[in-house]
Structure formats: structure tokens, C-alpha cells
């Protein structure tokens, strides 16, 4: 989403909207990978690696 903003706005209205849109997809992630990681603990070392293995989680 963050690319698509870049690729799309202006320079001035990417560096005003990236923070919030972080901060949205930050949300979005706590709500859901907290609950799954609280149930499969198990889950934190594959996703931390994929993350840094790859940038993302496959």
C-alpha cells in the first residue's frame, strides 16, 4: 500500500499520508498476528525469519 502511495501522490502528500497509512497497517497487524501468536507461539521464529530472510512472510 505504501509503494501504490508512493508511485501515486505527490512528494509532499506521500511524506503527510505514509505515517498514518503505517500506522494503519501496523494496526491491522497487531489485531490480527497478536491473537495467532498468543495461540501458536510456535509461529514467531518462522515469521521473524521469513522476514528477514525475504521482506514479507511466504
Keep these: 500500500m505504501l509503494a501504490l502511495?508512493?508511485?501515486?501522490?505527490?512528494?509532499?502528500?506521500?511524506?503527510?499520508?505514509a505515517p498514518r497509512v503505517a500506522q494503519g497497517i501496523d494496526a491491522i497487524n497487531d489485531a490480527l498476528l497478536n491473537p495467532v501468536l498468543a495461540a501458536h507461539p510456535e509461529l514467531f521464529d518462522r515469521i521473524e525469519a521469513e522476514l528477514e530472510a525475504h521482506g514479507r512472510i511466504d
Design 5 to 17: 502511495l508512493k508511485d501515486r501522490a505527490t512528494p509532499d502528500d506521500y511524506q503527510a499520508l
